[in-house]
T-cell receptor
Framework: DGGITQSPKYLFRKEGQNVTLSCEQNLNHDAMYWYRQDPGQGLRLIYYSQIVNDFQKGDIAEGYSVSREKKESFPLTVTSAQKNPTAFYLC?????????????FGQGTRLTVV | AQSVAQPEDQVNVAEGNPLTVKCTYSVSGNPYLFWYVQYPNRGLQFLLKYITGDNLVKGSYGFEAEFNKSQTSFHLKKPSALVSDSALYFCAVRDEAGRRALTFGSGTRLQVQP
């Protein structure tokens, strides 16, 4: 079954800790994205990557970091510099360079600071 | 810069009645428009997209959307609502002149009453 797998589904973080959210896809897509979802604010772009070993900041990149060492994987690290990390995080992928293609989403990770 | 507005936080409709969820957009070049649906604590599911051609686009689960270039709108419609249509709906845009990542609206919660 092709798709995007995010893990874990729920994650709890203590203040001052870094945590890493996993995103793996087997759709053979070059482009991958991370979005943050807060109630009433829709989805905001954190980082995106059009190809392996390359990524760009989105609208709210401060306090986050990513890597793209493999085509299939695009992990997101929420650092202690992110002041309000409690949110629902969504990973997506698509075929780059084709504007008419939709993005496919994982099931999300809900991060809570305790 | 590309942007999307969903002016209604919530839409209430009785089962069997037609529904409309509104979306307007702003882009520099030609727009590529998408609708997604989200159920609680899940990722986004693709419903339909407008690329070029017919202004009335048909998608999954009986949904359709009407593209209006002069009004820069892409409203989601369904002739007869079901209780199971109750969910959060997102409109998104990709601009041929802008960045490749989708930009999302703030979402509209659809509540269908039995």
């Amino acid at each position: 079954d092709g798709g995007i797998t995010q893990s874990p589904k729920y994650l709890f973080r203590k203040e001052g800790q870094n945590v890493t959210l996993s995103c793996e896809q087997n759709l053979n897509h070059d482009a991958m994205y991370w979005y943050r979802q807060d109630p009433g604010q829709g989805l905001r772009l954190i980082y995106y990557s059009q190809i392996v070993n390359d990524f760009q900041k989105g609208d709210i990149a401060e306090g986050y970091s990513v890597s793209r060492e493999k085509k299939e994987s695009f992990p997101l690290t929420v650092t202690s510099a992110q002041k309000n990390p409690t949110a629902f995080y969504l990973c997506a992928s698509s075929i780059p360079g084709r504007l008419n293609t939709e993005a496919f989403f994982g099931q999300g990770t809900r991060l809570t600071v305790v | 810069a590309q942007s999307v507005a969903q002016p209604e936080d919530q839409v209430n409709v009785a089962e069997g009645n037609p529904l409309t969820v509104k979306c307007t957009y702003s882009v520099s070049g030609n727009p590529y428009l998408f609708w997604y649906v989200q159920y609680p604590n899940r990722g986004l599911q693709f419903l339909l997209k407008y690329i070029t051609g017919d202004n009335l686009v048909k998608g999954s689960y009986g949904f359709e959307a009407e593209f209006n270039k002069s009004q820069t709108s892409f409203h989601l419609k369904k002739p007869s609502a079901l209780v199971s249509d109750s969910a959060l709906y997102f409109c998104a845009v990709r601009d041929e002149a802008g960045r490749r990542a989708l930009t999302f609206g703030s979402g509209t919660r659809l509540q269908v009453q039995p």
